[in-house]
């Protein structure tokens, strides 16, 4: 069997840290490769020497037979290697359609010929069944549409090679599902897939051979069919993991968040995106909203939040009305938030890990005086933060949270919104994008929180995590509430088909 | 202790890019001076070199002079741009700060005289003030964007007081603004013997305490700390519960105090320097500009900036003595800010060149000079992967902010 991709003893040192120490990674032609590892392992480091936005010190690379030099990500694409990033790089104010053809133009003496472009990207969107709106503007439209947009530009290329990082984090179930019949749609025509992922399930599901990594080491290349996932997340991991989740049985209090007839219309739909929503969080459980990415879940949190204004409704706190109070009122109140976006509205990015640590409290007694930072009482601070939360970064304190990896970015917001002692937590997706060690340690630290007597509003599109976490189910669908669940009554399939709109409970029925 | 060793290095290898791209400049300087006058050019330019060293006490005393309005506007550009805003006005500003100076050092008769230099001052700031929080009301309540009301106010500013100076303190026979009272020119404390010219003044003075009041802000402070960063991610600070729009407001009212106290300590400074009604705006604004970039918004590097650009113009004023005109200055000035927008690069050259064999993440070398790889020793370096995707933004960001 001839091998597409065949990366020899790759090392790539930063500075006197070996980001990949000796790593041989081999792909076979019209496979699903996955690359497995923790956040930190050297995944992405190695898929960047692979796309030339790295050079390895040691090392050798040969595509399709033949030994090449890769300088940068234009040597990629012409090796018809393409790359969905975890990180989205579309330009925000670009349409759809025109982020797509970006760097591919179709042009007739200098002018974009558009018609023609449209028509091959529908046809693309039409047969990966990656429904997009080609006119909307990259800025209005949700994460996950946004990677639709991310895998359509690469199949645009006609690459050969796909490099997928980390594609299932951002989707729902059923697009998960849809992008597993895409991937194996796309091996049967002959392409070759890496699979970065540290999801097991669905490297079980869809790829054929799987590389671990572990610390920048090569643990081993195993055949996916044969290998056990408890085995695999050993390889990945070092040590067994407890893929349950230890809860105590505990009886969920009184209110303490309660919100009613809530209704967010925003200006790009005629549509409510929250419709008259109404429900109540209780001290001592884990309140889950399922639902499928853009059903207004993230918009009924930014209302609660106060981060976008809300239309109609009233939110209650602790039995007060805190419909018309600040962002800062509310913090105060004891609401904490882990915000979906991280780079958008948990951190300043180029902000160091200390200021970041007191992003909400830096005005507290506890770190000014007289309107002066006391520096010493932040970097106390945000020392004993690292510590008791174990993040990890280059320079402790004084990393810049830019430079870190995407999992101690979280663990740094989870740390700051959970050791602000808050009455709710407001959390979602916080495991997105995050290992299986970090995930096993944030929905710890959630259901710390539930068995204190506090309350946690989850929102997730995993459902594993919906299942595993939360005491109770709402489920969101188009903006409005259409279910009540009890997690311990309910299949996932069961739950699918309230997210996907096709069941109501009872009392949720329309009239 | 580890982190100031960090920080020493750090601003030594911008400062070290700096002085590249000064040296760049006057590269560029020396061909225009061959160009010109070939025969002369070796001599105009150790002039340009000597600058305010020329006249021993008296020429640092005409280099301080010519510092004190461009270090405040440059103050006043460097912090709007450490909040994120790009205050274009400092122009008009300065000109309303020095319009109030004067005319309250005309006709506010009724100040005690002890004061009334004092009292000037503080008008000139609050003109400023009033001038700059227009760009900034517009902006926090309407995004609109400040390049542009701040441009358009600049020309505002200029006409209305071109209007008032004619309806006020007119001196019609020289077109200009009559002087001002002898109270209100700012006191000498002695510094005018010190350099041998009556030049120089405690503008000086106020100009280092205004330096060290924004270093203190920004650095600090939990004003400055919400200033940055709502500077650095709106986003994120309406998150946090940072008052975004009074943010914005109030940098761009600093800004303007800034510059409108840069206009009031030029035109008090009794140097015989008078209000022109003349339909040209301040260049001292623009001047500001390119004393905040050469300084890399920092406060100190505006003061040294400022001081340097001026020692540039002393010389560029000595030059006329072998024909050449003082323009030249201006010329070299470009160049180097021109050279200043590639000082990334010029850093990474000089990171390559102080530390030799070890290969450094892009990243690092960006945004903080990573000089003590002890440090990533010690902890494990838990993920260098999604580092680089952060990179290439990054660093076109800060390409396009340069």
Known sequence: MEYVIEMNNITKIFGNFKALDDVTFKVKKGEVHALLGENGAGKSTLMSVLFGLYQAEKGNIIINGKPVKINNPNDANNLNIGMVHQHFKLVHNFTVLESIILGRETVNMGILKKDDARKKVMDLSERYKLKINPDAYISDITVGMQQRVEILKMLYSDSDILIFDEPTAVLTPQEIEELMKIMKELVKEGKSIVFISHKLNEIKEVADRCTILRKGKYIGTVNVDTTTKEQMSEMMVGRKINFNIEKKDIKAGEAILQVKNLVIKTKNSKKNVVNDVSFEVRKGEILCIAGIDGNGQSELIYGITGLIPINEGQILFNGKDITKESIRKKSIDGLAHIPEDRHKHGLILDFDLKENSVLQTYFEPKFQNKGFIKFNAVREYAKKLIKQYDIRSPKNEDSVVRNMSGGNQQKLIVARELDRNPDIVLAVQPTRGLDIGATEYIHKQLVVQRDQGKAVLLVSLELDEVMDVSDRILVIYEGEIVGDLNPKEITVKELGLYMAGSKRSDEYEKN | ?402
């Open chain 2, 1 to 402: 202790m580890r982190r100031t060793k960090l920080l020493q290095v750090e601003g030594f290898t911008s400062f070290l890019s700096s002085l590249m791209a000064i040296a760049a400049g006057l590269l560029v300087g020396l061909i225009i001076l061959l160009i010109s006058n070939s025969k002369d050019a070796i001599p105009a330019f150790v002039t340009i070199l000597k600058g305010g060293f020329e006249d021993g006490a008296k020429g640092i005393g005409q280099v301080i002079y010519f510092a004190i309005p461009i270090i405040m506007t440059g103050l006043s550009v460097g912090f709007a741009f450490k909040t994120g805003l790009f205050n274009i006005g400092a122009s008009g500003q300065f000109t309303c700060g020095a319009f109030v100076a004067i005319y309250i050092g005309i006709k506010w008769t009724f100040v005690p005289p002890e004061i009334h230099w004092l009292v000037a001052l503080i008008g000139a700031m609050i003109a400023g003030a009033v001038w700059g929080s227009g760009p900034g009301l517009l902006k926090a309540f309407f995004n609109v964007n400040e390049v542009i009301t701040s441009i358009m106010m600049n020309y505002i500013g200029m006409y209305l007081v071109n209007m008032t100076i004619v309806k006020t303190v007119y001196d019609s026979l020289k077109n200009q603004t009559k002087p001002v009272l002898k109270s209100a020119i700012l006191p000498k404390a002695g510094l005018d013997k010190l350099f041998n010219t009556s030049n120089v003044n405690i503008g000086i003075i106020i100009v280092i305490l205004a330096v060290a009041i924004i270093y203190i802000i920004l650095q600090k402070t939990t004003f400055g700390y919400e200033l940055k960063a709502c500077g650095i991610n709106k986003e994120a600070s309406r998150y946090a519960g940072i008052n975004e729009k009074k943010s914005i407001i109030l940098s761009m009212v600093i800004a303007g105090a800034l510059s409108g106290l840069g206009g009031g300590l030029l035109y008090l400074s009794g140097s015989g320097k008078y209000l022109h009604v003349l339909d040209v705006l301040a260049p001292e604004g623009f001047s500001g500009i390119s004393v905040a970039l050469l300084g890399m918004s920092h406060p100190i590097g505006i003061f040294l900036s400022g001081l340097f650009i001026a020692h540039l113009e002393v010389g560029g004023f000595n030059i006329q003595l072998y024909n050449f005109v003082p323009e030249i200055i201006d010329m070299i000035v470009a160049v180097i800010i021109y050279c200043g927008a590639f000082a990334l690069l010029f850093k990474q050259i000089m990171i390559g060149i102080i530390r030799k064999p070890v290969v450094e993440i892009a990243a690092d070398s960006l945004n903080t000079v990573q000089t003590n790889p002890q440090i990533t020793a010690s902890t494990e370096y838990p993920a260098a992967d999604e580092v680089i995707i952060d990179t290439e933004e990054n660093e076109t960001e800060q390409r396009e902010e340069l």
